[in-house]
């Protein structure tokens, strides 16, 4: 049996659909599923069946899919040790509030530095690194901090940035004079569904101050919601690095800090992956790159946590 088969099979598995995942996959429809045929033939159980929004695992599905993934890391780790087939792969996810100050210096330093490595950058809010982060997907990912991070990864503190208030330029709202919480209430807000870190540390802040809670757009699209702030349709709650040193942003929105709202950003590393050089090298480049940010004082409000 080919382990792509496997990691084919997980896709599927994750997204809930053959249509989502061969195209992530970059596989045609019809090939994804005759892999995932074949998969069934030679374990000789049906994995998934189908419905009207895609498919559903059966018993005998989420078995493999509960036993599989370590499996698979195993299975790498072999590689990596025998062959150093795997060295030169790396995946990291990254919150699309870091593009601007943090990810594309960082892709570029990685590739001059490491032409030989293959690299795989995920963006995604932080519900989504962290489904990505429990199917093993990422070696490395820039996350918010929690207390227990997924099994198989361990959690290294980074920064400590303020959260702000995003609205139109005619708001008037300003990076010098912090805002209380209270200005969100009535306010009509455009923000990430609620198993978003920003979502639920706003949600939980005006709760114990007895604050209403208005919602006019769910959006798990931080430039997007950013977008919307700038012409006025919904104000937006985001990191401070979303905007700090972006040109763009600073001059076609107005933001100021909320008084007593930070969230605090860490390095998630796969345990399983720690043994490789490409890995030991993206998180040191991670490292430094986050030291170089900090030190140029363009990302306002931030602390080192290292």
Known sequence: ??????????????????????????????????????????????????????????????????????????????????????????????????RHLFTSHFVARLVAQYPGVRLRVHEGVSHELREAMHSGMLDLAIVPFEGSPPQGYVHTPLVREPLILVGAKEEGLRPDKPVPLSRLQHRKLALAG??????????????????????????????LSMDLARQGIADTVTPCCAVSGNAYWEDAISWSPIRGAYMTWALCENVARSHSQAVREGQRLVLERVDEIIDSKVWRGAQRLQ
Do not use: C, Y
């Open 1 to 98: 049996m080919e382990s792509r088969l496997i990691e084919f099979f997980l896709r599927v598995a994750e997204l809930g659909s053959i249509n989502k995942a061969a195209a992530d996959l970059r596989l045609s429809q019809p090939a994804l599923s005759r892999h995932i045929a074949l998969l069934e033939h030679q374990l000789r159980a049906k994995l998934f069946t189908r419905t009207r929004g895609g498919v559903q695992l059966t018993e005998a599905g989420t078995l493999l899919v509960e036993r599989a993934r370590p499996i698979l890391r195993q299975w790498t780790s072999l590689i990596d040790q025998v062959g150093d087939r795997a060295a030169g792969q790396l995946s990291i996810g990254i919150a699309p509030s870091w």
């Open 194 to 223: 609620k198993q978003n870190v920003i979502r639920s540390t706003i949600e939980r802040s005006m709760a114990r101050r007895n604050l209403e809670f208005n919602i006019l757009f769910e959006l798990d699209a931080m430039h």
